[in-house]
């Protein structure tokens, strides 16, 4: 069974600093995303990677992927109030497709 | 730019009534999903839908579940006799399928308040 693990759950911290999400997956998956959600609404497709080494980068956020590690990142850079929400990591599953969802992040910066 | 769309966007109904949770996803999308989330926790999967047949189901996704898609937009989620825990977000999802991966689209959300 395909577990993902994000960590950590919550994270609080001050504007302008740096700080990294990590979502740890337990089998073999070429294909990861990242979805931001604010309180009481939908979930938004921030980042699609596809293969080991993939990079993408979006104002202040850089999400990468690394298969053979299992491990995939979403930095913050320079962190603003803006960025405040909740981060979902979810593998795709090679077999059928499907999405297995982390627990989430729950990330509040302060001004 | 197209859009998932949910109605209604909250549901109250009472313990052992039917719900039917609509949604209209975006019309060149070939997959339909639904997920639910209880307040503060993590996405669960439901069930996926294609070519007019659910492809994968969860756990979750028991008998007093039902999914349909009536017509050439709608994609309906019908829960046969509600239960207090089922009270949660259900949010549809659609995806094209490019081959390469399947990235989702969420719909609004539903909130269901069983009482």
Known sequence: ELKV????????MQEG???????????????????????????????????????????????????KARLSTLHITAAVHDLSATYFCAVEMDSNYQLIWGAGTKLIIKP | EPEVTQTPSHQVTQMGQEVILRCVPISNHLYFYWYRQILGQKVEFLVSFYNN?????????????SVERPDGSNFTLKIRSTKLEDSAMYFCASS???????????????????L
């Open chain 1, 17 to 67: 600093k740096n700080y990294t999400i990590y979502c740890n997956y337990s089998t073999t998956s070429d294909r990861l995303y990242w979805y931001r959600q604010d309180p009481g609404k939908s979930l938004e497709s921030l980042f699609v990677l596809l293969s080991n080494g993939a990079v993408k980068q979006e104002g202040r956020l850089m999400a990468s992927l690394d298969t």
């Open chain 1, 5 to 12: 693990e994000q960590n950590p759950l919550f994270l609080s």
């Open chain 2, 53 to 65: 047949e659910i492809s994968e189901k969860s756990e979750i996704f028991d008998d007093q579940f």
């Open chain 2, 96 to 114: 094209e399928w490019a081959g390469l991966y399947n990235e989702q689209f969420f719909g609004p959300g539903t909130r269901l308040t069983v």
